[in-house]
């Protein structure tokens, strides 16, 4: 799954409790890592040391985890709650039974489909083009030259609007009132229009 040096090679249990207890959360983030998440490994490590890359003073390490779940579902209050606790930037695998998908906290947390077989590229001359590259992955965008952070703040935008789309295209289901209706799907057209636009860039 990822083609990378043995030295990167990690294989360590890592116990639930030691994430939530380090931040400290609410019993409903804690019920989460209970019963949803069966075990977390700690993978591989990229660092200087392991890979042959050198770290940048935005990126010294990347670290890949997996997280087995007990349902097809991503636990998304768990990674926030493990990238609070862990200082590097983290690579998670999201394993259900035979079945996977990839996430990533960049800004926001990106996620895969489902079985979205990905070849993660893991040659750059630093650990941020890497790590630059894996979220670029995640994102589809890996021909895109634009400024990182431009990337992602598009890529924001984008899911913002398709988010107001979907919500606006269900209020527009139950609306009664003629006059609401047409209103509301002018505004509809509007975000359309934008999200298009952006589609376009």
Do not use: H
């Amino acid at each position: 799954m990822f083609e990378l040096p043995k030295d990167c090679y990690v294989n360590k249990f890592l116990p639930k409790k030691i994430f939530y207890e380090k931040v400290g959360v609410s019993s409903g983030v804690k019920d989460e890592f209970v019963n949803q998440v069966d075990r977390i490994t700690w993978l591989y490590k990229l660092s200087p040391d392991t890979i042959g890359i050198t770290k940048t003073e935005n990126i010294e390490e990347i670290q890949i985890f997996q997280i087995d779940v007990k349902e097809k579902k991503v636990p998304m209050s768990v990674i926030k709650t493990i990238t609070k606790g862990v200082q590097y930037k983290i690579l998670f695998l999201i394993k259900y039974n035979e079945e996977f998908c990839y996430s990533i906290k960049a800004d926001d947390i990106f996620t895969t489909e489902w079985n979205e077989n990905i070849k993660f590229d893991f040659n750059a001359i630093n650990l941020e083009i890497v790590y630059e590259n894996i979220v670029k992955s995640i994102i589809k965008v890996e021909n895109c030259n634009e400024n990182f952070e431009k990337i992602l703040n598009d890529v924001n935008i984008k899911n913002e609007l398709e988010s107001k789309i979907r919500k606006l295209e269900q209020k527009i289901k139950t609306e009664k009132q003629f006059n609401k209706k047409v209103e509301l799907n002018q505004k509809l057209q509007q975000l359309k229009k934008e999200l298009g636009e952006l589609n376009e860039n």
